[in-house]
């Protein structure tokens, strides 16, 4: 069964805070994604990363950056913490090979509360 | 342009009825994939059913079917006999064809599915 983790359920952060988002899979999936996810936009892409220390930009990465060191693990940082960054936090990590109808693998999402 | 577009926000449904979740897509790749997810208020998404461009015939799970009419790029979701924890937000995904961007996943807005007792 895979499994993706991330740190927190919830958070609640001052505005300029820098803030850490941990994502863990268990699956040794070489994709790692991270989303947010507001009402009325769904899920948009902040980053994702193919392989250990590459990464790409998605539709929405000002603000963010990421980390991964680890196969397994893959940070989302937001450097200075703003309130409309106030937002649900996804992430999800596939494999790179297998049939392509394999599905993305989602964590329990973080929701991230700025003031 | 939407990768992926929902245009109902919100579904109401009568318990043990049928009904349909619009979803249409834009992609000029010839070979892609269509998923749909459900999200209760818990937050999780669950991946509910795949439909592979090249598929002849429509995907089925259970209770979810998806509606798919290629020429008109549309991938539909039914459920079938509506059950009140069908109560959820429910998303249409799209994947292209595999290579460096291939393994992202494009979403729509969602809709919200309320089951009525």
């Known amino acids: 069964d895979v499994k993706v983790t991330q740190s927190s359920r919830y958070l609640v952060k001052r505005t300029g805070e820098k803030v850490f988002l941990e994502c863990v899979q268990d699956?040794?999936?070489?994709?790692m994604f991270w989303y947010r996810q507001d009402p009325g936009l769904g899920l948009r892409l902040i980053y994702f990363?193919?392989?250990?220390?590459?990464?790409e930009k998605g539709d929405i990465p000002e603000g963010y950056s990421v980390s991964r060191e680890k196969k397994e693990r893959f940070s989302l940082i937001l450097e200075s913490a703003s309130t409309n960054q106030t937002s649900m936090y996804l992430c999800?990590?596939?494999?790179?090979?297998?049939?392509?109808?394999?599905?993305?693998?989602f964590g329990p999402g973080t929701r991230l509360l700025v003031l | 342009a939407q990768k992926i577009t929902q245009t109902q926000p919100g579904m109401f449904v009568q318990e043990k009825e049928a009904v349909t979740l619009d979803c249409t897509y834009d992609t000029s790749d010839p070979s892609y994939g269509l998923f749909w997810y459900k999200q209760p208020s818990s937050g999780e998404m669950i991946f509910l059913i795949y439909?592979?461009?090249?598929?002849?015939q429509n995907a089925t799970e259970g209770r979810y079917s998806l509606n798919f009419q290629k020429a008109r790029k549309s991938a539909n979701l039914v459920i079938s006999a509506s059950q009140l924890g069908d109560s959820a937000m429910y998303f249409c995904a799209m994947r292209e064809t595999p290579g460096n961007t291939g393994n992202q996943f494009y979403f729509g807005t969602g809709t919200s599915l309320t089951v009525i007792p």
């Open positions: 990363s193919y392989d250990v220390k590459m990464k």
């Open positions: 999800a990590s596939s494999p790179d090979a297998g049939p392509f109808g394999e599905t993305q693998y």
């Open positions: 699956m040794d999936h070489e994709n």
């Open positions: 439909q592979g461009s090249y598929d002849q």
